[in-house]
């Protein structure tokens, strides 16, 4: 395997297996060859050829054409056995079913999944308690209990824990939600996102009031302005980061299980909307390796045939893996059997986007991201329906949405996801997701790993068209992007400009075409730099919802000592 130093690291630090004094006693070959044979395990259930799949999900991996979450990494091949990344459990209004929901949580977190709670449904602050005759204290004094209970937790022993908490917009407590993170070090293990209503979303257009309810009671509890929540929400996102949004109407309006209930929350990174008790198993191609060589003469084109069949082979890897997994509970295993959902998606977009010669944030490649995305949708359904010809469709389909004349009969409920691909796109030596270069030359930490990263492609085109020199090779590395750099061609300081040099309209831009056929939802950070003003943040938030998107997250750059987020980890 053709490895790069920082692969290497992130390998030793995170998946390869280790003895009981912490040693690792395992090569990378070795990891992805259990992976490949645990997974290909699978087809026994239904008469296929293990050993075949073994060596073709091997061929996958070990090309670096295709990685699976990290717990599929991790876990595949040890007692553990726990492979899937997205979780969502409910959180009802009763102390058994908080506390129970905890100690869930807690196996889930160890097992190395991330976890997404709505608190919707808990009664609000100084609610009635007829069962002691106090008062209830509401979601967000419990939000900081699973908080501190994650801070003890590790997840199995290689990943920070990480929760999504959500709570809707018309909840009698949501100001108190939006603002708790303006106090330092609070809910330092959670992203917090406020699920937004198309009630929400109308009000605010038309300036006026929306009703609250309280979610014991069902009971009108009194009317909010619209402005002055959606002020509130900006002001947090503004300061910290949190608040993200989530269109939770436009969400459940795809929801493709309708008949089994709605959808309230998602997993930390906002990417994987679930049904509670739902689980979902990520994967990613790596699309820099579908760039067909091209003699310099010739236009770039993409590998479409390439990466048709590996889509194919990735849909089937991910589909096995529901049928190998050894779930923490058996809710959940009921729920993810009974939907089969899985969540392919994309990492290296902005390498694909260089190697095709198109700025991250020109109109070709808004329109490219659309066809690319397309193609994965389309492809992936298709291989779903093959599946389920061989296999059956899955056990939850009748009622579903693909329950009807036109619609495919599937063997998985949903098939793409858009996941952030942290770690992992260290490992395939790619960008992350389909976010824009980061820097040029930055510096990262993974679990006390220090890592130093630098854009080879942008050497190799200085070295290629003649305008390299160590001193602008040292330039490069202590700024970490060309602006003003006058000895590199205007051509190509546009091709590699990074995430801080690109305009949130056009990082929303980019999310909205790859969500447009997504079947979940899309992981993209809408970066601002430091100066962006609240305005600006007012602006992508309505921009969002008007071009599409299923929820959105902005961050400006500065605003929180590095570590403390968690939506902007390392995360896959």
Known sequence: MNLTENALKVLNARYLLKDERGKVIETPEGMFRRVARIIASAEAQYDGNAAQWEEKFYE??????????????????KDIGQL??????PVDDSMSSIFDTLKNAALILQSGGGTGFSFTRLRPKADIVRSTGGIASGPVSFMKIYNTATDVIKQGGARRGANMGMLRIDHPDILDFIRIKRAEGELTNFNISVSVTDAFMDALKNGGEYELVNPRSKASAGKLKAHDVFKELVESAWETGDPGLVFIDRINRDNPTPNIGSIESTNPCGEQPLLPYEACILGSLNLSKYVKPTDGKTKPLIDYDSLSNDIRTAVRFLDNSIDVNKYPLPAIESMH???????LGVMGWADML??????????????????VMRFMRDESRNASVELAQQRGVFLNFKGSVYDAPDMPRVRNATTTTIAPTGTLSIVADCSSGIE????LAYKRLILNTELFEINRYFFDIAKSRGFYSE?????????????GIKEVPNDVRKLFKTTHEIPFEDHIEMQACFQEFTDNAVSKTINMPHRSKREDVERAFLLAYEKGCKGITIFRYGIKKIGTLVRFRDSD
């Open 354 to 371: 260089v190697l095709m010669g198109l700025p991250y944030n020109h109109k070709k490649a808004f329109k490219l991201g659309k066809l």
């Open 471 to 483: 001193a602008l090779k040292e330039k490069v590395i202590s700024r970490g992007n060309l602006h």
């Open 436 to 439: 824009p270069l980061f820097a």
């Open 60 to 77: 996958l991996m070990t090309s670096l054409r295709f990685l699976p979450n990290s717990p599929t990494l991790m876990n595949a091949g």
């Open 84 to 89: 899937a990344a997205c979780f969502v459990l």
């Open 337 to 343: 059997k009974g939907n089969r959902k899985i969540g």
